[in-house]
Structures are given as C-alpha cells and as structure tokens.
C-alpha cells in the first residue's frame, strides 16, 4: 500500500461525505485509518505523524450523522481523550470538541439531564486541558446553545457566552438570536 492510495482513499471518503453518503464515507474512513496505521508503522520516530486518528474520527462522525450511535459512540469518546500533544496532532485537537459536542447533544435530546451535566463538565473540563475552551467551533455554539435554552441551563448558556468571538459573532444572524434568548435565560430571577 502506498501513500497514494491513502490520498485516492481519503479523497473518495471526503466525497462520499460532501454527496451525504453518509455510510460509505464512513466506511471508507475506517479503511483510510487502517491503510494510514499501516503506512505509519513503517515511517521513522520523528517521520509524519500518524494521522490514523483523523480518519477514525471522520469515520465516526459519519456513523453518528447517519444514526449508527452504538458504532460511533466509543469512536467519539477514544477521539474526545485522544493525546494529541504525545500523538503530534496538536493542530487538530479540535476534533475532542466535534466529538464531545455530539454526545452532550445527544444527551440533551434524550432528557438526560444527568448525562448532560457530566458531559458537559468532562467536555470543559477537556477543553481547558486542551488550551481550546468548549465549545468554540461557530456551529457547535450554535447547536450547543439552543439545547441549553431547550434544558434552561444557565450556567452552561453562560458558559457558551463567555466562548462567543465578537467578530464570528457579527457573521451569524442565527447566533445572535441564540446569544439574545441565552442573554434573557440569564437574566431571569
């Protein structure tokens, strides 16, 4: 197997993705990581990083987005405590945030309240580690805010609020609006 493979691989795994073929992106991810383990046992200590996680990752975003939660979910805890400073990906841990975004998602659409609060101070908690503060990524804002407002939870709107970059802020209408209701949220007695 060769370098190039794993590009032809990768790119149709994008694709399939972008098209919404949501099932065969997946697959095809998983086989990305599998060929991208391979190829990076063969490289030198201080070679390229074994970038095996990624496609894992993807992989798994895919299942979720295409309801397969039982498959995805272990994925998405393994991405969400990744090492990505030991592993050399420090540039793509944000990828802990995506992950741990959709299971306090789910949480939030089940009810659970319990395994909401713990999601979401283990998905803090994680993102102080990481030195990129949950959540920050415009859309997961966005997603995470309104299952705040939906739960009436405060301190997670208010912890969402402090997140918001005034200058991503003034590019989403949508985001206004959920930062005006999480606004009003707050300030009730």
């Given amino acids: 197997m060769s370098a190039d493979q794993l590009q032809a691989l990768e790119n149709r795994a994008y694709a399939?993705?972008?098209l919404g073929e949501l099932l065969?992106?997946?697959?095809?991810?998983i086989a990305a990581?599998?060929?991208e383990s391979e190829l990076a046992s063969t490289r030198g200590p201080f070679a390229k990083a074994n970038r095996s996680i990624l496609h894992r990752a993807r992989g798994a975003y895919c299942l979720w987005d295409a309801g397969?939660?039982?498959?995805a979910r272990?994925?998405?805890?393994?991405v969400a405590l990744f090492d990505w400073k030991q592993g050399r990906l420090?540039?793509?841990?944000?990828d802990a945030e995506k992950a741990y975004s959709r299971l306090v998602l789910e949480a939030a659409a089940s009810g659970n309240e319990?395994?909401?609060s713990a999601l979401w101070v283990a998905a803090s908690a994680r993102g102080r580690e990481l030195d990129y503060p949950f959540p920050t990524i415009v859309p997961v804002q966005k997603k995470l805010l309104a299952a705040a407002l939906a739960l009436r939870r405060k301190d997670v709107c208010q912890d969402i609020l402090a997140n918001l970059n005034a200058k991503l802020l003034a590019?989403?209408?949508?985001?206004?609006?959920?930062?005006?209701?999480?606004?009003?949220?707050c300030s009730e007695a």
């Fill in 16 to 18: 399939s993705w972008e």
């Fill in 24 to 29: 065969e992106a997946a697959e095809l991810f």
């Fill in 33 to 35: 990581e599998r060929l």
């Fill in 68 to 71: 397969e939660f039982e498959r």
């Fill in 74 to 78: 272990p994925i998405l805890y393994a």
């Fill in 90 to 94: 420090w540039g793509d841990r944000h």
């Fill in 114 to 116: 319990d395994s909401f």
């Fill in 171 to 185: 590019k989403h209408h949508d985001l206004q609006l959920l930062k005006a209701q999480a606004e009003a949220l």
